[in-house]
Each structure stands twice: as structure tokens, then as C-alpha cells.
T-cell receptor, first 114, second 114 residues
Framework: SQQGEEDPQALSIQEGENATMNCSYK?????LQWYRQNSGRGLVHLIL?????REKHSGRLRVTLDTSKKSSSLLITASRAADTASYFC??????????????FGTGTRLLVSP | DGGITQSPKYLFRKEGQNVTLSCEQN?????MYWYRQDPGQGLRLIYY???????QKGDIAEGYSVSREKKESFPLTVTSAQKNPTAFYLC?????????????FGSGTQLSVL
């Protein structure tokens, strides 16, 4: 089953507004990442937050992590039309040994209108 | 320009045919991955390789095969055993010390069945 689930599935806003998308996951994690995908393209890594961090910033991006609720949020401030894309969270599950694969959520489709 | 290149961009497969998707990276990354993306879905791991001449099955390896004879190359073959191959295929790579922490993705190959 999916480790991460994004909410909402789709979000439509005007330029200049803030966009918030959420990710919930099921098991303990080492870190949580957010990726962006433009239509028909590959994913681009945006930001990584570790399990012992609560908040992280990168430019107009702000990520929070609440391990007690097993959830994260991605805030894009002062959005632009160029921010239109799908956004995915990805988590890895803690394991004693072996490869810890990334598990991607189903994504939030963001549309920013001029 | 460092990056990860997938080819072709579009590929069509006939019934019973094997097809090979190319993935080349010049980032000097040790780890490489293949993901499958279906419309409106997250990414699912097909195969991964952490080092040359070694690779492991992911969650949905049936009907696929890979090789890792060179560090920079990780081709994926979709065999006739894969009964539902239509999907967007993404190749990714990462540094050995950033496995599952910061993946670099190619621009993808859209595979369709004729």
C-alpha cells in the first residue's frame, strides 16, 4: 500500500496566493521529501526534511513535519503560474538492515492561474 | 551539462515484442532506479541498482529485466511477459551517500501498446 498520501488531490489558486498541500504516511521514517513534476516530465527534488526536524525553508517553500501525526505539509508562498505542476511526497521506512526504498504518494496537482 | 538522459521519449510496443528503454547518466552516481508511473498515480519501483553489476527487484519487477554493466548505464527491458506495459517510465540516480535522499530523474519514456 502507499506509504504517503497527498491531500488535496487537486488545488486551483490565483497567482500571488499561497498553496498548501499535505502528506500523510503510515510507518516511522528517516526522512520525508517533496518532489515536483511538470506535465510529461521527470521529477525534480525540492526539499528533504529529516525525522528530527520540524520545519525547513527553501526560498518560497516551507515544509513542516509532525512525526506524532505522521504528516507533513508543503507551503508555497506567493505562487506563480510557473509553479503549476504536480507535487509528490516521498518517504522511506526505517529498517534495521537492507535497502530502504522510497515510497511516493499519489500527488497533488496544483494549478496557478495568472 | 551533468544529467540523466532517457531515450526514446515515446515508444510503441507490438504484441509479444520486447522493448528496451535507455537510461544514461553522467553524474557519476552509483545508485540507479527505474520507476513506473500510471496516470494519476504515484511512482512504483521496478528495479534498482546500488553498484555496477548488481541490481535488485523492486515492488513490480515481474515482466521487466535490467542490466548494470557500466556505472553510467541502466537499461530497462519490458518483456512480452508484462501484460500491461502502457505507462510512463522514469529512470533516476543518486549518490551512494544519498541513496533515497535526493534522486535525480530523467525526463521519462512514454510506452504505449499498438
Amino acid at each position: 500500500s502507499q506509504q504517503g498520501e497527498e491531500d488535496p488531490q487537486a488545488l486551483s489558486i490565483q497567482e500571488g496566493e499561497n498553496a498548501t498541500m499535505n502528506c500523510s504516511y503510515k510507518t516511522s521514517i528517516n526522512n520525508l521529501q517533496w518532489y515536483r513534476q511538470n506535465s510529461g516530465r521527470g521529477l525534480v527534488h525540492l526539499i528533504l526534511i529529516r525525522s528530527n526536524e520540524r520545519e525547513k525553508h527553501s526560498g518560497r517553500l516551507r515544509v513542516t513535519l509532525d512525526t506524532s501525526k505522521k504528516s507533513s505539509s508543503l507551503l508555497i508562498t506567493a505562487s506563480r503560474a510557473a509553479d503549476t505542476a504536480s507535487y509528490f511526497c516521498a518517504t522511506d521506512a526505517r529498517a534495521l538492515t537492507g535497502f530502504q526504498k522510497l515510497v511516493f504518494g499519489t500527488g497533488t496537482r496544483l494549478l496557478v492561474s495568472p | 551539462d551533468g544529467g540523466i538522459t532517457q531515450s526514446p521519449k515515446y515508444l510503441f510496443r507490438k504484441e509479444g515484442q520486447n522493448v528496451t528503454l535507455s537510461c544514461e547518466q553522467n553524474l557519476n552516481h552509483d545508485a540507479m532506479y527505474w520507476y513506473r508511473q500510471d496516470p494519476g498515480q504515484g511512482l512504483r519501483l521496478i528495479y534498482y541498482s546500488q553498484i555496477v553489476n548488481d541490481f535488485q527487484k523492486g515492488d513490480i519487477a515481474e515482466g521487466y529485466s535490467v542490466s548494470r554493466e557500466k556505472k553510467e548505464s541502466f537499461p530497462l527491458t519490458v518483456t512480452s511477459a508484462q501484460k500491461n506495459p502502457t505507462a510512463f517510465y522514469l529512470c533516476a540516480s543518486s549518490r551512494a551517500d544519498e541513496v533515497n535522499e535526493k534522486l535525480f530523474f530523467g525526463s521519462g519514456t512514454q510506452l504505449s501498446v499498438l
